[in-house]
């Protein structure tokens, strides 16, 4: 059974920083395109990040490009979203979703991120 | 960036009904379109992707069509759990997107 479990969420003052980390089971990690999606509260759904198999190639939404980053460690088959320069606006659950051919088929139960002073 | 327009925003229908969700594209994406369903408190589930292929376990109830800009989600004699908001997304062009969400509600 495919698990997703993203931790690390909480309270950050703006322009603070904060790690989300997704430990993934399952399936064959190093197979798998990974995601960040996250969802503002009562809001609709946006990508924010996603990196390939071996994490040498990451990309990014406009909105996060040059404050977060996106890793893996396939070895211990975890995926990490490293956030800096946090905004009020990147209040939001964030959730870990498998990549397949561009579809997310899988999801974690997601990590609030609160922005807040 | 890909923009997708979700209409309506809101449909309300009764069990038994058919429910159809549209999803237009500002540019093409060929058939690089799917579907999402959130209900409340819940993550979404993938329901159609390639615009018309359903995921696993997905009931053959739900079907997607269309390509290129407009694409279109049916959902045949609604069920209790099939009321809650449906996402299109696409993934033919960086960075992908997703529409805004069409709530669909008992009447």
């Known amino acids: 059974e495919v698990q997703l479990v993203e931790s690390g969420g909480g309270l950050v003052q703006p322009g603070g920083s904060l790690r989300l980390s997704c430990a993934a089971s399952?399936?064959?990690?190093?197979?798998?395109?990974m995601n960040w999606v996250r969802q503002a509260p009562g809001k609709g759904l946006e990508w924010v990040a996603n990196?390939?198999?071996?994490?040498?190639?990451?990309y990014y939404g406009d909105s996060v490009k040059g404050r977060f980053n996106i890793s893996r460690d396939n070895a211990d088959n975890l995926l990490f979203l490293q956030m800096m320069s946090v905004r009020v606006e990147d209040t939001a659950v964030y959730y870990c979703?498998?990549?397949?051919?561009?579809?997310?088929?899988?999801w974690g139960q997601g990590t609030l991120v609160t922005v807040s002073s | 960036e890909i923009v997708l327009t979700q209409s309506p925003g809101t449909l309300s229908l009764s069990p038994g009904e058919r429910a159809t969700l549209s999803c237009r594209a500002s540019?093409?994406?060929?058939?690089?379109l799917a579907w999402y369903q959130q209900k409340p408190g819940q993550v979404p589930r993938l329901l159609i992707y390639?615009?018309?292929s359903r995921a696993t376990g997905i009931p053959d109830r739900f079907s997607g069509s269309g390509s290129g800009t407009d694409f279109t989600l049916t959902i045949n004699r609604l069920e209790p759990e099939d009321f809650a908001v449906y996402y299109c997304?696409?993934?033919?062009?960086?960075?992908?997107?997703f529409g805004q969400g069409t709530k669909v509600e008992i009447k």
């Open positions: 979703a498998r990549g397949r051919y561009g579809v997310f088929d899988y």
């Open positions: 399952g399936f064959t990690f190093s197979s798998s395109w």
């Open positions: 990196i390939n198999l071996d994490g040498r190639d990451e």
């Open positions: 540019q093409s994406v060929s058939g690089n």
């Open positions: 390639a615009a018309s």
């Open positions: 997304q696409q993934y033919g062009n960086s960075p992908k997107t």
